[in-house]
């Protein structure tokens, strides 16, 4: 079985056919998605879908991208949604420095005020971390104990190296599927399996060979065999162990 580790089925792209998209995930031998939240207004509907669908599993977060719309008012939300609604992690949080139209200094007081409520609730993080993985790394290393995920990871292997050390795991999706990916298929084939997860980000990072634009959970097999690919191991083997890493992170039974 497989674990997405990281797919916003929550979003109203979804909307229309979220029943049958889950219904071809199954066939394709998920058997848990991680559905992260990126607004707290988004957290209601990631909880119904999760409430809907037993093999869903919540995160709630405010990510960078929204970082104008977010208010302080949420990180108390936050608590409190955590505490009434069992997330298995915080998040998606993170640092976004590629696109320049983003306040820095508001991302970074936001991803630090979630990274403190992850460990206050011993929880995992879920980050996103784009043109920022030492800026992440430095917030992380601040916080002995805490864990996570990089998702969608994109930094250099030294810095993958820094963040295993750090108890954490590097997940990897679409872009890892086209051959054109030089550079990141490199950084795989150079980690360990025990610290990869998989993931889709679907609706985005559509796989190479994907048959709609818009990516979907049951499209995860292309991951696990670009994977096996890079590692000269079967598919059954990456999906053992990205199942087990997943499971131990977000602590699923």
């Known amino acids: 079985m497989i674990i997405d580790s990281h797919c916003h089925l929550d979003f109203k792209v979804f909307n229309t056919d979220r029943e049958q998209v889950i219904e071809r995930a ?11 939240g990126v607004m707290q207004k988004t957290w209601r509907d990631i909880k119904l879908c999760c409430e809907t669908y037993p093999q869903l599993y919540p995160c709630y977060g405010l ?32 640092l976004d420095f590629y696109l320049k139209n983003l306040d820095r200094k508001k991302q970074m007081f936001y991803f630090e005020q979630q990274l403190d409520i992850a460990l206050e609730f011993n929880l995992p993080v879920v980050i996103h971390a784009r043109k920022s993985t030492e800026a992440v790394i430095d917030g992380i290393k601040k916080r002995p ?17 820094k963040l295993i050390e750090l108890n954490f795991y590097l997940s990897f999706g679409g872009p890892i599927t086209y051959e054109k990916s030089t550079r990141l298929r490199k950084v795989v084939k150079s980690l360990p399996l025990d610290n990869l997860l998989v993931e889709t980000d679907a609706p985005d990072q559509a796989m190479s060979n994907a048959p709609t634009l818009r990516n979907e959970p049951a499209f995860i097999t292309e991951v696990i065999k670009s994977i096996a690919h890079l590692h000269n191991t079967t598919e059954q083997e990456v999906a053992r162990f990205t199942t087990e890493n997943a499971k131990k992170l977000f602590q699923l039974v």
Do not use: N
């Open 145 to 161: 104990g805490l864990s996570g995920m990089i998702h969608s990871y994109s930094g250099s292997y030294e810095q993958a190296i």
């Open 26 to 36: 199954s066939h394709a031998g998920i058997s848990k998605i991680i559905i992260p």
């Open 63 to 94: 990510h960078p991208y929204f970082i104008e719309q977010h208010k302080e008012a949420d990180l108390e939300q936050l608590r409190h949604w955590v505490k009434t609604s069992k997330p298995v992690a915080i998040g998606e949080c993170g």
